[in-house]
Structures are given as structure tokens and as C-alpha cells.
């Protein structure tokens, strides 16, 4: 990664942040919005000029504002859906020059606004319901700077930002590990505490990484869907199309955070993955599923506990409830209604979504697994009875950064029937309580021990417990960079000369 457009990038963000905080924005709901759009006008920009150079040097800007109509529309139409289309007067340095207007913000909105009408067809997010939400808002400025002395004030210091920063083709031709890191930069702030309840369920892009690498091992995909039903931001999508090749999948998406679906956009249009934006639907995946076609590969870290009581009749009277959610609906309770376990719903529709050769990883809580009776221990068993259950990986408590709950990574694996006798007792055949009870259980005891705050000094253990197929065909060895620390993912593997023997 190149270090020096690594800072100017962040610096660019950083600066748009003063301007915010400047105006009495710091920390609130309109902040999130001006920055992600602002940049995401500026990459759309610089992205477009940038197309339009690679087609003939000579598509300067100056060059670009004295083209005629129909030469404009071919370029148009050379580019592609490689980028948004942006006519010559909706350039940023077109706007950059106007900034003495009276009324400068409203050409600021504007230019927004009609770039969001052009392409609409390609960049537009969908709801449940199938409305629309554009690339900008409207009315960014006006709905966003209450005191209206302050919105040509705001509009200008945005511009000129803007305007200073210029995106060539060394940053175009960054990878996801660039983007990755950028993105999680500008949007750190509204992924924490003051994020809202939707904030503690934000993947970090270190365990997003493990999460992929295990899924796809050794294997080459292509031609694939890969999909969250709880998707926040992306993290685990991109991850994982990264790790597969963004040219070999097709990205679809639900959450029911009008916020995190944009911030998925977002990200999707910096990795190179416009192609999938109208798969981003904005909705409730449990009630109003909008993917009902089987996917490839499904990742996904659920909301764990939520108030679903007033929709919670609706789920069982669905069509397709007995086949999708096949271990139950919970029961709301007499109270705490809040700690509701939505996330039994979302591991059901997952098992529900994959095609019979698909693969997935949810992160849940570790209680999960450790179950002894409800709706979580019948998923398990059929997990088990059906040969799905690929392994599980136990993560240190505070690896989710805004939440203390222990979680664990499930990961099913329909194609491989990785639970086979080879690494599970046949059912016909019974082995005693004590030999059946004490590799597991010996593991999960040593994993809670084991799950302190994370320390310099001492750093935690990742454990994983994974079928000894898919340990002897993959050999994976892992690290990933959390919290500055590097956990180490210790694969508990029989000698050789034991697996033989199974």
C-alpha cells in the first residue's frame, strides 16, 4: 500500500470532520451523512476523469467542458458501468469555480441531486418494499445545517476540500486492502458505542479475514453468490469477495439499517462491485426476505438479542416457516423482551439459504454451543444429523470492541458433509457418555478459561475446533491483526497416524 495517498486520504476525511464539527455537526446523525457522501461525490469524480483518460489522454477537463453533445454521450457510453456518469457542469471543479454564488449551496445540492437522478438505474439501494434510495440525498445541505447562514459556509469548505485533493490512477489501482483500511477509517466513528444498537454488531475487518480464509481454503470459485442477511456495512462481503475475486462473485445483501445499507454501497462502489449495488435491499430480512434465490456462500454476524414481539406472529404465519425456520420461533417472553434470541431466526434462514453444496459462517454467542435444550440445541443436532457442521472457532471475549458477550464462529459446510463418520460417531454405533463428552467439552471449558481482556503482555487464543476433514485438506494455518495484537487460530489436530485410523 502506498503510505503517502494512505495519509492524504485520511487527511482528506479528517478535515471534513473539522468542517462538520466546525458547524455544530460533531458526533450527531447528519455528520455520517455529509462525510460518506461528500466523499463518495469526490471518488465518483476523480474515478470518472480518471475512466475518461484511460479511453484518450487528451479527455482533459478543459477538453471535456467545450465537447460536443453526441461526442459526450459516447464517452458516456464508453465508460460504462464502470463508474457513475457525471456531465462536464457536475464536475467538482466546474462547482469549485462557482462558489461565489449567492446561493452556492443550493447548486452544491443540486448537482448532487441530478447526478443520483442519472444514475439511478445502476447506483440506487432498494427497500423491502422496492422504493429507491438515491446515491445523495436531496437536500443534503439544507436538511442537514439547520442555521442557514451556515450552509454557503459548509457547502464552500466542502468544495474546496474537494478540489485540493486530487485521485489519480495510484489510488484507482489500489486493491481491497486499501479500500478496506479507508473505509474503516472514515467510518470508525459511527461504528461505535454512539453508533446505536446496531453498532456492537460490526465485524471487525481482522476477524472478516480469518471468516474468508477458512471458507474458502484451498478451493478456487467462480461464477458465485455470497450473501448476508444481516449485512451492516460489508465487512464480511467484502472480505470474502476479495478473497474469491470480485470479478468471480455477485454480492446480495439485506439489513434492515437504511444507514448501513449506504455505508454498504459505499463500500461496494470503492471495491469495484457496482455491478451488485441493486442487489442491496433495506428491509427485514426475517419477515420480508427479498433473497429467495440459494446462495453459494453465506457470511453473516446477526444482531444476537432484539425486541421482535410485535412482528414475532408474523414469522410463523409466513408460507415457508415450517421448512425456514424449521427449529422454531422463540417465545416472547413475560419481560426483558429486549434480550428476544433473533439471532436463532437468522442462523435458521441461513441453513435455509444455502444451496445444497453452500457454505456459511455466522458469528454468535458462545451459549449457542453450549445449549442443552431449545431451539439453539435443535439446530445443532440438525447440523449434526445432517452432516453440516464444518467446526466452530471460539473467540476471546472483547474481540467485538462495543459488546462483552463471548461469540463464536459457526461454520456449515453443506458441500463437504464435514461432520462424516471419519470425525463424528455414527448414531448407530454409540460411544460411552465419557468418550463421547470429553474432546469437546474439554475444549470449550479451556476456551472460557482462557477468554481474558486482551493484553500486550499476554494476548488471547483464538480456539478453533474444526473437523479433522477439512483440518487434513486444508492444513490452514492463520493470523490476523486484532486490537494491534496477532491471535494466533490453533487448529487441535490428532497425529497423523489417528486420522488414519478413522
Same mark, same amino acid.
Given at each position: 500500500?502506498?503510505?503517502?495517498?494512505?495519509?492524504?486520504?485520511? &487527511?482528506?476525511?479528517?478535515?471534513?470532520?473539522?468542517?462538520?464539527?466546525?458547524?455544530?455537526?460533531?458526533?450527531?446523525?447528519?455528520?455520517?451523512?455529509?462525510?460518506?457522501?461528500?466523499?463518495?461525490?469526490?471518488? %465518483?469524480?476523480?474515478?470518472?476523469?480518471?475512466?475518461?483518460?484511460?479511453?484518450?489522454?487528451?479527455?482533459?477537463?478543459? $477538453?471535456?467542458?467545450?465537447?460536443?453533445?453526441?461526442?459526450?454521450?459516447?464517452?458516456?457510453?464508453?465508460?460504462?458501468?464502470?463508474?457513475?456518469?457525471?456531465?462536464?457542469?457536475?464536475?467538482?471543479?466546474?462547482?469549485?469555480?462557482?462558489?461565489?454564488?449567492?446561493?452556492?449551496?443550493?447548486?452544491?445540492?443540486?448537482?448532487?441531486?441530478? /447526478?443520483? /437522478? &442519472?444514475?439511478?438505474?445502476?447506483?440506487?439501494?432498494?427497500?423491502?418494499?422496492?422504493?429507491?434510495?438515491?446515491?445523495? &440525498?436531496?437536500?443534503?445541505? +439544507?436538511?442537514? /445545517?439547520?442555521?442557514?447562514?451556515?450552509?454557503?459556509?459548509?457547502? #464552500?469548505?466542502?468544495?474546496?476540500?474537494?478540489?485540493?485533493?486530487?485521485?489519480?490512477?495510484?489510488?484507482?489501482?489500489?486493491?481491497?486492502?486499501?479500500?478496506?483500511?479507508?473505509?474503516?477509517?472514515?467510518?470508525?466513528?459511527?461504528?461505535?458505542?454512539?453508533?446505536? #444498537?446496531?453498532?456492537?454488531?460490526?465485524?471487525?475487518?481482522?476477524?472478516?479475514?480469518?471468516?474468508?480464509?477458512?471458507? !474458502?481454503?484451498?478451493?478456487?470459485?467462480?461464477?458465485?453468490?455470497?450473501?448476508?442477511?444481516?449485512?451492516?456495512?460489508? +465487512?464480511?462481503?467484502?472480505?470474502?469477495?476479495?478473497?474469491?475475486?470480485?470479478?468471480?462473485?455477485?454480492?446480495?445483501?439485506?439489513?434492515?439499517?437504511?444507514?448501513?445499507? $449506504?455505508?454498504?454501497?459505499?463500500?461496494?462502489?470503492? $471495491?469495484?462491485?457496482?455491478?451488485?449495488?441493486?442487489?442491496?435491499?433495506?428491509?427485514?430480512?426475517?419477515?420480508?426476505?427479498?433473497?429467495?434465490?440459494? *446462495?453459494?456462500?453465506?457470511?453473516?454476524?446477526?444482531?444476537?438479542?432484539?425486541?421482535?414481539?410485535?412482528?414475532? &406472529?408474523? !414469522?410463523?404465519?409466513?408460507?415457508?416457516?415450517?421448512?425456514?425456520?424449521?427449529?422454531?420461533?422463540?417465545?416472547?417472553?413475560?419481560?426483558?423482551?429486549?434480550?428476544?434470541?433473533?439471532?436463532? %431466526?437468522?442462523?435458521?434462514?441461513?441453513?435455509?439459504?444455502?444451496?445444497?453444496?453452500?457454505?456459511?459462517?455466522?458469528?454468535?454467542?458462545?451459549?449457542?454451543?453450549?445449549?442443552?435444550?431449545?431451539?439453539?440445541?435443535?439446530?445443532?443436532?440438525?447440523?449434526?444429523?445432517?452432516?453440516? %457442521?464444518?467446526?466452530?472457532?471460539?473467540?476471546?471475549?472483547?474481540?467485538?470492541?462495543?459488546?462483552?458477550?463471548?461469540?463464536?464462529? %459457526?461454520? /456449515?459446510?453443506?458441500? +463437504?458433509?464435514? *461432520?462424516?463418520?471419519?470425525?463424528?460417531?455414527?448414531?448407530?454405533?454409540?460411544?460411552?457418555?465419557?468418550?463421547?463428552?470429553?474432546?469437546?467439552?474439554?475444549?470449550?471449558?479451556?476456551?472460557?478459561?482462557?477468554?481474558?481482556?486482551?493484553?500486550?503482555?499476554?494476548?488471547?487464543? +483464538?480456539?478453533?475446533?474444526?473437523?479433522? *476433514?477439512?483440518?487434513?485438506?486444508? #492444513?490452514?494455518?492463520?493470523?490476523?491483526?486484532?486490537?494491534?495484537?496477532?491471535?494466533?487460530?490453533?487448529?487441535?489436530?490428532?497425529?497423523?497416524?489417528?486420522?488414519?485410523?478413522?
Amino acid at each position: 500500500m502506498n503510505e503517502t495517498y494512505k495519509i492524504q486520504v485520511q &487527511d482528506l476525511v479528517d478535515d471534513l470532520k473539522a468542517v462538520f464539527t466546525h458547524a455544530g455537526l460533531g458526533g450527531e446523525a447528519g455528520e455520517y451523512k455529509l462525510l460518506t457522501q461528500s466523499f463518495l461525490y469526490k471518488f %465518483l469524480n476523480d474515478k470518472f476523469l480518471y475512466q475518461a483518460k484511460l479511453l484518450d489522454e487528451s479527455n482533459t477537463y478543459e $477538453n471535456l467542458l467545450s465537447m460536443g453533445e453526441d461526442d459526450y454521450d459516447w464517452l458516456l457510453e464508453d465508460i460504462g458501468t464502470s463508474t457513475a456518469w457525471l456531465k462536464s457542469d457536475q464536475l467538482i471543479e466546474t462547482l469549485h469555480r462557482q462558489q461565489n454564488e449567492a446561493t452556492f449551496y443550493e447548486s452544491f445540492e443540486n448537482t448532487l441531486n441530478q /447526478i443520483a /437522478i &442519472d444514475n439511478n438505474d445502476i447506483f440506487s439501494v432498494h427497500t423491502d418494499g422496492d422504493t429507491a434510495i438515491r446515491l445523495f &440525498d436531496e437536500r443534503l445541505i +439544507t436538511d442537514t /445545517i439547520s442555521d442557514s447562514s451556515k450552509r454557503n459556509e459548509v457547502a #464552500k469548505a466542502i468544495i474546496n476540500l474537494l478540489a485540493r485533493v486530487k485521485f489519480d490512477e495510484t489510488i484507482f489501482s489500489q486493491g481491497f486492502d486499501f479500500f478496506s483500511t479507508l473505509f474503516e477509517y472514515m467510518i470508525k466513528d459511527y461504528n461505535k458505542d454512539g453508533g446505536g #444498537k446496531y453498532a456492537e454488531y460490526y465485524t471487525p475487518h481482522s476477524v472478516a479475514k480469518i471468516i474468508a480464509d477458512i471458507l !474458502v481454503g484451498n478451493d478456487q470459485p467462480s461464477n458465485v453468490r455470497i450473501y448476508d442477511p444481516s449485512a451492516g456495512s460489508g +465487512t464480511l462481503l467484502m472480505n470474502l469477495a476479495s478473497r474469491i475475486g470480485v470479478d468471480k462473485t455477485t454480492v446480495y445483501s439485506q439489513d434492515i439499517s437504511q444507514k448501513s445499507s $449506504n455505508l454498504l454501497r459505499l463500500n461496494l462502489i470503492l $471495491n469495484g462491485l457496482q455491478h451488485s449495488i441493486h442487489n442491496i435491499v433495506q428491509g427485514n430480512t426475517i419477515i420480508a426476505n427479498r433473497h429467495p434465490e440459494k *446462495m453459494d456462500y453465506i457470511v453473516s454476524n446477526p444482531p444476537f438479542k432484539l425486541d421482535f414481539s410485535e412482528w414475532r &406472529d408474523r !414469522v410463523e404465519s409466513l408460507p415457508e416457516a415450517s421448512e425456514r425456520f424449521f427449529a422454531g420461533v422463540p417465545k416472547v417472553p413475560a419481560k426483558s423482551k429486549d434480550k428476544m434470541a433473533i439471532y436463532e %431466526l437468522f442462523v435458521q434462514h441461513i441453513i435455509y439459504s444455502l444451496k445444497p453444496d453452500g457454505q456459511a459462517a455466522v458469528v454468535l454467542p458462545t451459549g449457542f454451543i453450549t445449549a442443552q435444550s431449545g431451539i439453539d440445541k435443535t439446530i445443532r443436532q440438525h447440523l449434526v444429523d445432517n452432516q453440516m %457442521l464444518a467446526g466452530v472457532v471460539s473467540m476471546p471475549s472483547n474481540i467485538f470492541a462495543t459488546t462483552g458477550t463471548n461469540v463464536s464462529i %459457526l461454520f /456449515i459446510d453443506k458441500k +463437504t458433509r464435514a *461432520m462424516s463418520s471419519s470425525s463424528m460417531p455414527q448414531t448407530s454405533e454409540p460411544r460411552s457418555r465419557k468418550a463421547r463428552t470429553k474432546r469437546p467439552c474439554s475444549l470449550l471449558r479451556k476456551s472460557r478459561r482462557s477468554s481474558k481482556p486482551l493484553s500486550r503482555k499476554k494476548p488471547s487464543r +483464538t480456539f478453533l475446533l474444526l473437523s479433522l *476433514m477439512r483440518i487434513s485438506r486444508r #492444513k490452514t494455518t492463520l493470523s490476523a491483526q486484532v486490537n494491534t495484537l496477532t491471535l494466533r487460530s490453533t487448529m487441535w489436530i490428532s497425529q497423523q497416524k489417528s486420522l488414519k485410523q478413522r
